[in-house]
């Protein structure tokens, strides 16, 4: 794609947003061309949320901001503007009905095409509903439930949601759209997106996977700290240059080196472990260690942790230092076991209570004032050193939990357990979500955990974050323990190919 002498279909100027407290961003200008995949990056917390907000009609920009659409002055000033600008928006979470098939949630919103006596003329409702899916290169039954299609598929149906009344779309924003796609599903996502440039939309893209820039954008802008460093063409960059723009010339943290732990003594023991697609699978984890778990989605990988922890239902045994633990969240908190699920807002977090709240709530008692009461002083005293050390942003403890970013969030999840301390931690898909610079403070701190004498478990899609972080890895297929891989042979190439080969012996 060539922007010399387009015309901007976007064109934001001066775009600042002031909170009580801090100003997230500052005067940001910012360009989107027609038939263009413009990518918006940068750490968290550096404002890329704010800007998309802005444009939804979220938010509201401080006096001077202009926002046109082909030359044309608009204003957002809540999301029915937004979206009568033009404006379209596919969300991480979807926000789709999974009991309600494809059909139906197309309908949401814009209702249905009725007829005599008000009844749905549901097969124009199919034929439509087929039609957009089809146009963006899918192909399944839209009269399934929209939980029973794959996770790529589910993306299609929100952007085709998005894209509804096409006439009237101009720009697409799709946030994070493969933080929960397996890699097998992502090649039809960018396949969707390029489908969706063609038809001369412009597209925002954010994502924390610089891979995915290269692949599928045809330029950048960088945000740090509220501020554009830069809008670059993706053909004159390379993932280095691309980090460093972001990071200002921050090093991040290298990789750990791997540790020799079979000689350690044993922390938790899961033998036989079985759910709904595990089947039969033993886990022993060693003082000291970081062991991760490998798979493709639906392999068990993103079942086991949940299993061991007993927040779902299980067959089989757990031990931790030689005394059973029952199938419960209580008696596994008790025995050391802390669990970060993978959704850190469904599960691992009340995100309509505090920064404080959520980093004290495993341990309330350590602060009690009588039956009823909490030392306020002492529970906000341990959450800023808490807020300090992980470097939380902003590092204000009564701040909402909501409104921080995702690696911010994250941070305070973990706070919650470290603060124990535990003996056994378990991971599912720790830096989902954030970006490079919290990943890498994440895995630092997992490494810091397990050097202080913890068995560290980490479930991931992300082959690159279990190469970096781990000392073995387990290799899940079909419900089964396949493949183990010990240090001299854990590379993100080997990994990639155990997780497809067939079962076979250890590595």
């Not at 002055?73 to 033009?86: E, I, L, Q």
């Not at 350690?264 to 991760?292: F, N, W």
């Not at 535990?422 to 979500?433: I, W």
């Amino acid at each position: 794609m060539s922007t010399d002498g387009d015309p901007k279909l976007l064109d934001i100027r001066q775009l600042s947003k002031t909170f009580p407290g801090t100003r997230a961003l500052k005067e940001v200008d910012f360009e989107l061309h027609k038939g263009e995949v413009h990518a918006l990056v940068g750490q968290n917390g550096c404002g890329k949320s704010t800007l998309i907000k802005v444009l939804a009609g979220y938010h509201q920009p401080d006096p001077g901001t202009q926002i046109l659409l082909e030359g044309t002055p608009v204003d957002v000033h809540d999301t029915a503007a937004s979206r009568a600008a033009g404006f379209r928006f596919v969300h991480q979470d979807l926000g789709l009905v999974g009991t309600l098939s494809t059909v139906e949630n197309l309908a949401l919103g814009r209702g249905y095409d009725t007829g005599a006596a008000g009844r749905i003329k549901w097969g124009d409702e199919r034929r439509r509903a087929d039609e957009m899916i089809r146009d963006l290169g899918y192909s399944f039954d839209v009269r399934r439930p929209v939980s029973e299609l794959a996770a790529a598929e589910r993306t299609g149906v929100a952007i085709a949601r998005a894209l509804d009344n096409f006439e009237q779309a101009k720009v697409l924003v799709v946030d994070e759209p493969t933080a929960t796609l397996p890699r097998s599903e992502v090649a039809v996502l960018f396949d969707a997106i390029r489908r969706v440039k063609q038809r001369g939309l412009g597209v925002i893209y954010v994502s924390h996977r610089l891979e995915e820039i290269f692949a599928v954008c045809d330029r950048v802008t960088v945000l740090r700290d509220g501020n554009k460093v830069g809008t670059h063409a993706t053909k004159d960059l390379d993932e280095d240059k691309l980090v460093s723009i972001m990071l200002g010339g921050e090093e991040l943290r290298p990789p750990g080196e791997r540790r020799e732990v079979s000689d350690r003594r044993t922390i938790l023991m899961a033998e036989g472990i079985e759910g709904v697609s595990v089947a039969g699978v033993d886990v022993h984890a060693r003082a000291g260690e970081v062991l991760g778990i490998a798979g493709l989605t639906g392999s068990g990988r993103d079942e086991i942790l949940s299993l061991i922890f007993g927040s779902v239902s299980r067959a089989g045994t757990v031990h931790v230092e030689g005394t059973e633990v029952s199938a419960d969240p209580r008696k596994s908190i008790d025995a050391g076991v802390a669990f970060v699920p993978a959704d850190r807002h469904r599960l691992g977090s009340i995100t309509t209570m505090t920064v404080r709240e959520n980093c004290t709530i495993t341990d309330l008692g350590r602060h009690a004032a009588g039956l009823k009461r909490v030392k306020r002083s002492e529970e906000r005293a341990e959450v800023e050193e808490w807020v300090k050390s992980l470097d939380v942003r902003p590092p204000r403890p009564d701040a909402m939990f909501a409104t921080l970013s995702g690696g911010n969030q994250q941070k305070v999840v973990l706070a919650k357990w470290l603060r124990l301390p535990p003996k056994v931690l378990l991971l599912d898909e720790p830096t989902q979500g954030v970006d490079i610079h919290a990943k890498a403070m994440i895995h630092e701190l997992v490494r810091e955990v397990a050097s202080k004498g913890a068995a560290v478990i980490i479930a991931s899609g992300d082959d690159g974050e279990l190469a970096d972080t781990c000392d073995h890895v387990l290799v899940m297929r079909d419900g089964v323990v396949a493949h183990e891989v010990h240090p001299e042979n854990l590379t993100v190439e080997e990994l990639g190919r155990l997780q497809q080969a067939p079962t076979a012996a250890s590595a």
